[in-house]
């Protein structure tokens, strides 16, 4: 009996990554193997084409993993979706299960990980790479921190995400001013506001947190 061939895209920027993902996933008896090097051209493929499971990096030219799985959370969309990331953010996780995600794979193990992975998300299942389950084992205490972290950073407008990632990028309050077409005093009052839904106190801290989790913005 001939194998249920399964259709897969493979989303990340770099040609050597996306070179080794397929030759792992040669192991799986039939598959159909879909490409994109960016985030826009991945969600046109995932709308488009509906592939049964997309492998998606967090973090590419234009859309992220994130905003993707955001677009498409909720659509109808068959498609099982697969995040990639190289940064051990236990946060990250959270955000990306909130959003809709199926596997979550750190880097650094995804070609061992990855035809466990897309057989058990095929099949209906969810995968989390065992690093990362060793990961959130080690910090079940902070659990309901994460929850809340998550929750504050969702109740975030949508000007304040903005300014999280160019505080992220290193830009100041005139070149954030500059690039929204704000005033420098609106900006202020963003960041004010944005402090005190975080919890957070002073103005290093505010950089330092959208330094650190600028993948949830």
């Not at 051209?41 to 993707?68: C, Q, S």
């Not at 949508?158 to 005139?174: F, G």
Request: proline share 1%.
């Amino acid at each position: 009996m001939e194998a249920e061939k399964i259709s897969l895209l493979i989303a990340d920027d770099h040609p050597l990554f996306r070179a080794g993902v397929k030759q792992s996933l040669e192991k799986l008896e039939s598959v159909e193997i879909y490409e994109a090097e960016d985030g826009d051209k991945a969600l046109d493929i995932i709308r488009k084409i509906e592939p049964d499971v997309a492998v998606i990096d967090i973090r590419m030219p234009g859309k992220t993993g994130f905003e993707i799985l955001s677009l498409l959370y909720n659509t109808g969309v068959a498609t099982k979706i697969i995040l990639l990331t190289m940064h051990k953010n236990v946060n990250y996780f959270y955000k990306a299960i909130s959003v809709g995600a199926k596997g979550y794979l750190l880097k650094e193990t995804a070609v061992q990980d990855l035809v466990e992975a897309v057989k058990t998300v095929y099949r209906g299942g969810t995968f989390i790479s065992k690093r990362l389950q060793a990961m959130i084992e080690s910090e079940k205490s902070d659990e309901f921190q994460n929850k809340l972290l998550i929750d504050s950073v969702n109740s975030l407008t949508c000007a304040e995400r903005q300014i999280m990632k160019l505080l992220a990028d290193w830009k100041t309050n005139n070149e954030i001013a500059d690039i929204l077409s704000n005033s420098i005093r609106t900006i202020e009052n963003h960041r004010a506001n944005i402090s005190e839904k975080l919890n957070l106190r002073g103005v290093h801290s505010l950089i330092q947190f959208a330094i650190e989790n600028h993948e949830l913005f």
